[in-house]
C-alpha cells in the first residue's frame, strides 16, 4: 500500500508566485498543496487548520491588508505554527542569502532556509528533506556563517547597533529600546572598542560586514 502524500502549504504574498509554486510542487508525485496564504495572519490560520507536513515560508510576507503596518515575516509564520501545529515542519524561502534572517529562522524553529535561485530539483529534495526531520540550508549561505569570523559583541550591543543604523540621536535609540541614554552610550561605547571603530557609524558598518548584525 503506498504511503499518503505530504501535505505542502505555500506561504508567498506574490500571487504569480504563489500561483506558480503551487502547479509546479502540484507537478510532482508524492507531494499535495493543500493550502496558501499570502500574510502572515492568513498562514498561520490556513497553517493551523491543514497541518500539513511541511510549510514552505516566504521570509518577507506583509500583515493581512487592513491591519495596521509593521515589520513582518515569515519567521513569525514559523514561530506561531510551532506552536499550533507542532509536527507540520517549515522551510524558509528568501530572495537573499541573509546570516542574520536564517539564524531568526532557525530560533523560531524552521528547518530549512534556501533562497529563491534554488532549482525545482532542489526545490523538492529539501521539501522531502524538512519532511523527515533533517535540516537544509542554502550551501553558499551555510559557508558563508562558516567563514565568518565569530562576534566579539554582546546581545545588546547587537542590538544598539541594529538601532544606530535606523537612528540619528541616542536618545532616540535609548526611547526605542526603553534604555536610559546612559546606558545606550555605555554599549555603543564598547561595541566602537571591540569592532575597531572610530565612532558608531564605522563600528555599524564593520559589524554588518562580518554579519554581526
Known sequence: MSEPPLSVLIAED???????????????PGLEVVGTAGTVEEAVSVGSAVRPHV???DLQMPPAPGEEERPSSGVEVVAALRRRSPATRCLILSAFREPRALRAALAAGACGYLVKDTSPTELVAAI????TGEPVIDD?????????????????????LRHARDFLTVADIARTMRLSTGTVRNYLTRAIRKTG???RHEAVRIAASHDWL
Open 140 to 160: 553558499k549561505l551555510a559557508a558563508r556563517i562558516a567563514l565568518a569570523a565569530p562576534c566579539p559583541l554582546t546581545p545588546q550591543e547587537v542590538a544598539v
Open 14 to 28: 506574490q500571487s504569480l508566485i504563489r500561483n506558480a509554486l503551487k502547479e509546479l510542487l502540484s507537478g510532482y
Open 55 to 57: 510549510a514552505l515560508v
Open 197 to 199: 571603530a572610530r565612532n
Open 128 to 131: 522531502r528533506q524538512v519532511a
